[in-house]
């Protein structure tokens, strides 16, 4: 589940940001930059990336909704000029798929980065069971 996969998109759909989303965004920080910092370095979509590092992007507001599976998070986002710590990488607990949600990947700014490709490499992997 790439940047705009993880919005609140589908108000006739609510059972996609519960049952594959387990929560969701529906507010973001203006575009600039902040710092990614993982908290699971040893997860096959994190392992080999940078403990932390800086991308301009826009800073989902993921919100965890209690009903869902549930998420193990991989990284969270922090900005300077707010004190919230939001998930930003992090695998949705379902039962019968494996889910990785990215919130990151606005436009090309992030993907210039070797980390953030690496991460989305490492997903594209593990989601594939490769």
């Not at 705009?4 to 929560?23: F, Q, T």
């Not at 699971?40 to 992007?57: M, Y």
Request: hydrophobic residues 40%; neutral net charge; glycine residues 6%.
């Amino acid at each position: 589940m790439g940047h705009p996969a993880l919005w609140y998109n589908y108000k006739d759909w609510p059972e996609y940001n519960l049952k594959l989303v387990s929560g969701g965004a529906s507010s973001h920080d203006s575009y600039g930059s902040f710092d990614e910092e993982l908290v699971n370095i040893k997860h096959p979509v994190t392992v080999g990336v940078a403990h932390q590092f800086t991308l301009k992007d826009e800073r989902y507001h993921y919100i965890l909704d209690p009903a869902g599976p549930g998420i193990e998070v991989l990284a969270n986002s922090r900005a300077a000029n707010n004190s919230k710590v939001y998930p930003s990488v992090f695998v949705v607990k379902n039962p019968k798929a494996r889910i990785v949600g990215i919130a990151l990947g606005h436009d090309a700014a992030s993907h210039d980065i070797a980390d953030y490709r690496l991460m989305l490499r490492q997903a594209v992997k593990w989601v594939a069971d490769r």
